[in-house]
């Protein structure tokens, strides 16, 4: 199962994620069945994306009515969370680190946002929507005692590589990191570099260049 | 020029808008030219990627003591912005488009967001960093007048759908979505979703593979 597992693409999981919130918001609407062109429809892309991602993670279905909302829930729930709900911690609240987390515990989520890590004497001791912010000096013992196995990175981007080896020492196993500093770790810990200011980059170029092309 | 533009791949431009942010980083320390495995090291991947990509914008460099830092990011420059600086609008200011409008103030970009919007009473008419807030009603004028091209959207999710036929009708020409909801519009508006709960699902799914696999 875990070779099986392993060949699923990155971007597949990415959608799977985003099939899923969906499907939540159809199951709560009272509708049982969808179609994968209306599935796709919803996500802008084809129908034959959509088969193709549920034939990878081995789901098939009554075509006749759709796929059945709440079975292909679960199913995507299996593949996706873990047994026992994953807890996560965030370092640094600034203005994105506190957005994050206010944004993270109103989502209902099997993850959750259980610590804060800062070091501002204004914001140690203090809690967010019932988070408590501790001070990074304790980073290891509050990972332990609570169990935390993924942190995000919101600090700002001048402190990232101090945070390395604390990362590393306390076990911390995925990293989402929103700085504008590429974070680099060894092998077995999974890192997604986040950046805002890429993503509305490329988009800035791409109203550019179509705007270019509109002129030519 | 423009059909030569085109053929550079997203992923690419991601990565120059990362390399730029590194190089303005070398450049404001003093450091005058870096090699291609140097710029790799930083961001994790190959030197042969870096070579790749900047062959693919045309720049060619002295190899004997690296790129010339400066030239470079104005090569890069060249390649991403636009003469005239673009013009943003933020629509929804609850946590995360405070967050999102402080963070890029902060930045000093040649993107800025000149104007926010939502429709709650005590947000409009409002400044956020001297940003003023906007009824949602006034949409189409303000972006006429601003010359706003780009709207980031951190609206609730169950009202982006009610956002489709403003965005069009202002002629919004890139959109950075970071609601839960895909967003569907016409061809020639450049489109990027950007749900942090999928990064994060996507993230604690790896986590939970390493483990599994770790433990077979």
Do not use: W
């Not at 996500?43 to 081995?58: E, F, P, S």
């Not at 590429?182 to 200011?197: A, K, L, R, S, W």
Request: net charge neutral; charged share 20%.
């Amino acid at each position: 199962m875990a070779n099986l597992r392993n060949t699923i693409p990155e971007k597949t999981i990415e959608r799977l994620s985003e099939y899923r919130r969906t499907l939540l918001s159809c199951h709560k609407q009272g509708i049982t069945h969808i179609f994968s062109h209306v599935l796709a429809g919803i996500h802008g892309i084809t129908a034959v994306q959509v088969r193709r991602d549920l034939m990878l993670i081995g789901f098939s279905s009554d075509t006749k009515k759709g796929y059945d909302v709440k079975v292909l829930i679960e199913f995507i729930n299996n593949i996706l969370d873990s047994e026992a709900a994953m807890n996560i911690g965030v370092i640094g609240m600034g203005h994105l680190g506190q957005a994050i987390t206010k944004y993270f515990n109103s989502k209902g989520l099997k993850l959750r946002i259980t610590a804060a890590f800062d070091i501002d004497p204004a914001k140690v001791g203090s809690t967010i929507d019932d988070i408590p912010c501790y001070h990074m000096d304790n980073f290891e013992d509050v990972v332990s005692n609570k169990d935390i196995s993924i942190v995000i990175l919101s600090s700002p981007t001048k402190v990232v590589s101090q945070l390395v080896i604390p990362i590393i020492n306390a076990g911390i196993k995925g990293v989402l990191n929103f700085t504008s500093a590429p974070f680099n770790v060894p092998q077995g810990i999974v890192v997604e570099n986040y950046d805002i200011t890429t993503i509305l980059e490329k988009v800035a170029y791409f109203v550019k260049e179509n705007e270019e092309n509109n002129n030519n």
